[in-house]
Every structure is written in C-alpha cells, then in structure tokens.
C-alpha cells in the first residue's frame, strides 16, 4: 500500500490545491504559527484574531467604565439570542430559534426534558446513541431518571428504525466524535416523528464544520458546543435550538430568570419569555460569551458549502497521503470513505495510539487520542492548508515506521 | 430629622475615617474613576486592575499558542476546584468542598436536588425563604416538581421553626437581596439539622461583604454567584460548596463528564469523582473562569473580619448622613439597624424610586432600583470611600429635594 515515490506528485498536488483553494484566506483571520500542524480543531478551535481586541474592549470600556449600565448599553442582556441569531445561518436555522449560554451537558438536560414533556403520553424511553459522546448518556440517564423514564442505547444509524410507541425522544451525535462517521439527520429524524418521537440532536462535531439544516430536516430541538468548529475559545458556552413551532411548549426543567417574560419584575412566580429565550438560564459568563461573538466574525462570506467542500477534499488529500506513505498495515482507518457518511475529521486505529500521538505532538503535529486506540485528526477548512494535511501524513509515516 | 448644619461635621468625619481606614489601599487594585460613585458592587463589582493583563495571556498565549495543550499545562482542566479554593477561606470552608463553574441558577438546581436525595426517606417538602431572589424560587420549584416534593415559601426568620417532619430541605438567602436583610446561618441550620432536614444556603449578597461561616455552622450545601462583592466580571462563574462528610452521597442532577471519576476514560457508564469536583457539570467557560481567578488576587492580605468592619462603619455613615441630610419624610430605611441584622447594602423605600434612581446615576451616584420602591445602594468595602458615601447622601438629598 505505501508507496513512496508519490511524494513529489503529492508536494505539487498539495500546492495546486492551496492555490485554488476560496477559502485559503480566511486563514489569514487566525493567529497561528507554521510551526504547527494543529489538526485538533475539532477539540479546540484556534484563536481568530478578533477575539482580544474585542474582550480587551469588553474588560475595559464595558466593563471597567460603564459596569452595570453595559447590560443595557452595551447589549449584554441580550447577547445569549443576538449570538444564537448568529450561530443560527450556520446550523440551518432561521433567526429565533438558538439561543447561547451555559455548558453542552446542561443543555442536553434542556432539551431531553423538555422533549419527554412534549412526547405524546405515555411513553416511557429515551432512544439515545449507543456510541454518544459519554457526557450525553450520563446527562441522558439523568434527565431519565428525573421524568420516570428509561434509557435504550441503539447504535445510531438505527435509531430511527428503533423507535416505537413507547419512544419519547431520542439523543443523537451528527457526527461521531470518535469514527467521525456523519448520520443521516433528516431521515433518522422522519422516522423518529413517523413513531411519535421528538428528535433531539448533537451538532458538537459537526457545526461548523458541514451545512446542517435543522428547518429543512425538521428537527425538534438541538444542543452544540462552539469551541471546536465555531472557534469559540476554551469552554465557550453551548447553544441550544428550539424549533420554532415548539417554542410555545418548551417548559424548561431549568427556568433560571433569564427565561422569565420579566426578568427584572422579580416576581415571586415564574411566567416564562415567548421564543428562544425561553432557553435562557440564569446570568450568562459575559467575557467568554462575547469572545465567542467576536470568534463568529471569521464566518463572513463564508458558506459552509464552501467548507464542506474543503473539508471534503482536505480529508480525500488526507487519506491519499497516508495511503501512500505509511507503512502497510500499520493503520486502520476508522473514518468512512463515502463523503455522505463522512465528518470533517479522519480517524485512525493504530498500534500503541497513545504514544504515537504524544510523538506527533512533540513533532508538531497535534491530533488527540481517544481510548483506546483511536487517533483523531480534525479539519477544519478555514485554516487548514493541504500542505498541512501532507506534512502531517509524512511525520504521521515516520512516527509509525519508528514504531514498527 | 434634616439637619443640614451637621455637613460641615459629616465632611470632617468622612475625611478622618478614610484616613484611618485600613483598606484604603485596596482601592488601588481596582480600575476607577473619581467621577462616579459606584453603589452597585452588589449586583456587578469593578474591575481589578489584574484582570486584564491576565486575561490577555490566556488568550494569547494559553490558547493562541499552546491551544488543546493548555488544559493541561496552564492548569485549565483543574481551574473549578483550584479556584474553589480560593474562594473557600472566604466563605469560612476548608479546602476541597467548593467548586466553580455554571450559574447561581444552575448550582441552585445541583444543590436542592442532591439536598432531597440525600434527606431521610418520606420528606415532601421544601421550605424556601418567602422574599427570596427570584430566580431561587423559580428553580426550586422546579426541582421539587422532578423530585415530587412540594414548595412552601417560609419568611427567612421563621424558616428555622417551620421546619418539621415533612422537610427535606430549605434553600435560604444569607442577606436579602432588597432589603439587605442578614439571616442567622448558624441558628437556622441548627433548627433544620433538628428538624431532620437539610441546609442550602445562598450567598450571592453575603460572600465578600462579611464573613460566612458555613463549616462552623454546619451548613450542608451553599451556592453563590461571584460577579458582585467577589468581582469577578459580568457573569462570572457561580460556586458550589458541598460539606465534607455529604460529597460521597452528593448525587448530581446534573452527571456531566466533568464530574467523571475518569473524565477521559470516555467510559459509556458513569462513576463519580470523589469530592467537590462531583459538582462539576460540562467544559468550565475559561475566559471568564480565569478572568474571575485574577480578580480574586485583591483579597491577598485582606480578611473578611476587616471587611466587615468597614462594611458596617461604611453603611452606619451613610445612615448617619442621608438622616442629616434628607428631607424629612421623603425616604424610609428598609435595611436594619442593628448591625447583626445588616448585610453590606442599604436600601431605602422613596416615592418615585426609578425615577430617582435615574436622575442619581444621571449625576454620578450608581445604585440600582427593585420593583417596587426599592433604591439599593451597595458599600464594598474594598474599594468604597467614606467620602463617597458622603457624595452619594449629598447627591440624593438634592434629587429627593428636587421630586418633593
């Protein structure tokens, strides 16, 4: 399989396609170095250079002059909708549906409860994806043990067909966080409502990073991370979705007053807010919010057809060139080769995973390793040069001859 | 009552008690203008001077450069539980039993589900303090609709008394957040451990303003927010503190992976950390975590006693100058006088409250205004001159004259 008289074809390749490539100069939006090969996008994004500009102005003017008055003056009461609005475009949503604040889990607490509490009565499980990333099946029992209902792991590409009379709703990951295999999002959720199931999904990996349509496939309620694809910095708060049409019967287990229709009436009864807000909680962490709001503006002029475009070619370029320079059978890719099935990162099951990884990071080039063998490279199209990809097969193919 | 001939003597008085105060230097560590009196540090503390320069860093350095690799080497995997330890001293708790991370709201749902789990079997119901802030009973209710418990809102005073056999748990405010009211922590939790229930205290108006005892008074669990007398920026994580002897039967609502014995073991099952950490939910938002981190260096050398002596000198002089000056009639004293009844606020009861509070902030006096006639002024001691309060009794005694 490893054929390495293709380098040179594959050094004029990789240069062929970063010439051609639409998106080369948004990379320019990003502090990075050439140093590093950073292909943990899909862990934590890298800095776009908006980002301290904006937060020293938000700490020193905002904050250090106008303090209270910037809840008002300076947007900050609503900024959890305004940014929602602006994450909206990018996972399909029209505006009024997304709303940002507080961690993934909590929101994936959210949206289960209040998806079990719309279901039609009496039904009693919670279809949630047998390979999820662990936090939504821990959050997913939680929720289930609260609301008297009962948890059934299905491998996710058969959700759809699991559901039945006694399904409330289901929890599934867009894209594996793992194999990064993409599911089929708008089938998986027509046969959920074919069954009388809500669908709830997980965009952590793939937003950002692919077009996702949640209006077009009709989805009931969605939850995202936005430090990964949306280079939102460490921990940026998570969004939640709220399909339009539910937004009357979203009837939060976490009505902080946030989500009240008057917040600052400070009345003793809790009447919730129409629309998004409704998925508000209590006060949302400022700083790291409007970093994140910053971090959005690398998306102007940006389609995420064009990313999905590069990320497919990127990841192609990717499995060409390990293809042809590692040695054979020294790795199993994970990933699925059929672009309909495929997200926006390229993993690989490999002997002695772990340190490998340790090694490549030590020589520049950053994936993660997931337990227990797998080897994780994200792609992520607004930075990531084809020269990145080849120089990261190479070191990849020394690292893994090393340790034969 | 007015007795404009005392402004010469309340002038002098301002001038020798700022120059004996022992906490006149920590005004330096903040960022502030002469041009305001700022009243509100008890719904958003200024800015130390600290925050800035460090949280410069983080981004550019932390996260622009070593990106993934920061939550390991820059310490931001451990950051919930490391600056839970500085916040400990404050709120008179050893090491290892708060935690940082989510909204007051959040914590407030953590800590009063794990309260009913961990009550004696056959409990229905949770007292809450009748005039608490409101989101406190929004989210109670909440959690005693998925627990089946009932609400019973409770005076805070008679909290105590009320408690008996049906109680699970009550969730009190240590000051209230409109009248600065200050409840007896001690006394209350007592009745409640006789009664059988459980202790969740909020500390949101207390914490950094006076000290809190909450291990020598035995309360089992405690939240608070860290965006008012703890400084730590607009929205800045809340806290979580859970007794010792109560983490290994503190059963988390909400299991994020966070809270995982073994985070990246990515396991499909959940295990719980052993101690404060098993309050931990999703990714902690890092800009603002850290931003909160840095703000708390203002404490060094300062201890909560000196504090609270300042407090209550600070708040007997306004007293003291708005009864001088005020036109007789024209504002009530909600907060008490007797100094063991009195948080670190005062609040007074006026005709045309908003209004008034408009026109003070207009001239340079920032308080806040509650629904219905509530003008709050807020004294942090660690940056609040007797001076100032001074100004701010002048100021109002002109808008007060002005709208008789």
């Known amino acids: 399989m490893s054929d390495p008289t293709r380098a040179p074809e594959l050094t004029a390749r990789a240069a062929a ?20 090969v950073y292909l943990d996008g899909n862990s934590l994004g890298a800095l776009p ?3 301290l500009p904006r937060l020293a102005d938000v700490v020193t003017r905002e904050w250090g002059e106008l303090r209270i008055r910037s809840w008002e003056e300076s947007g900050w009461w609503t900024a959890p909708e305004r940014i929602g609005d602006r994450i909206a475009p990018l996972v399909g949503a029209a505006p009024g549906q997304v709303v940002v604040g507080d961690s993934t889990s909590v929101n994936v607490f959210k949206a289960l409860v209040a998806a079990v509490r719309m279901a039609p009565p009496g039904r009693t499980e919670i279809l949630v994806d047998a390979a999820t990333f662990p936090t939504d099946g821990y959050i997913a029992a939680a929720a289930a043990r609260l609301t008297g209902h009962t948890v059934r792991p299905v491998p996710a590409a058969e959700v759809g067909a699991a559901a039945g009379p006694a399904t409330a709703a289901a929890l599934v990951n867009h894209v594996d966080y793992r194999t990064g295999r993409l599911h089929d999002m708008g089938g998986t959720t027509a046969a959920l409502h074919a069954a009388g199931a809500l669908a709830v999904w997980d965009l952590c990996h793939s937003a950002g990073a692919l077009p996702v349509a949640l209006d077009a496939d009709g989805v009931d309620l969605a939850v995202g991370c936005t ?5 939102g910095g460490p921990g940026s708060p998570a969004y939640l979705y709220v399909r339009r049409e539910l937004q009357p019967r979203f009837d939060s287990p976490l009505p902080g007053w946030n989500s009240h229709a008057d917040p600052f009436g400070m009345a003793p009864g809790y009447q919730p807010a129409e629309g998004a807000v409704r998925g508000r909680v209590g006060t949302p962490e400022i700083l790291s919010l409007l970093a994140l709001e910053a971090a959005l503006d690398v998306w102007d002029g940006v389609t995420t057809e064009d990313v999905r475009a ?3 070619a990127l990841t192609d370029f990717f499995l060409d060139c390990t293809a042809a320079l590692l040695p054979a059978g020294r790795a199993e890719f994970v990933t699925p080769a059929p672009h309909a099935e495929r997200g926006s990162q390229v993993s690989l099951r490999c002997a002695g995973a772990a340190e490998v990884m340790r090694e490549l990071t030590a020589r520049g080039v950053v994936g993660d390793f997931r337990p227990p063998d797998i080897l994780r490279f994200g792609f992520t199209p607004l930075y990531t040069r084809y020269a990145d990809a080849l120089r ?3 070191i990849l193919a020394d690292v893994t001859e090393g340790t034969a």
Chains 1, 2 share one sequence.
Not at 29 to 35: E, N, P, T
Not at 227 to 231: A, D, G, Q, R, V
């Open 49 to 51: 250079a908006e980002v």
């Open 227 to 231: 430090y990964k694809y949306l280079n």
């Open 17 to 36: 396609l970063d010439a051609a490539d639409p998106l080369a100069a948004v990379r320019d939006r990003f502090v990075l170095d050439d140093a590093t």
């Open 392 to 394: 990261a097969a190479r």
């Open 310 to 312: 590069k990320s497919l």
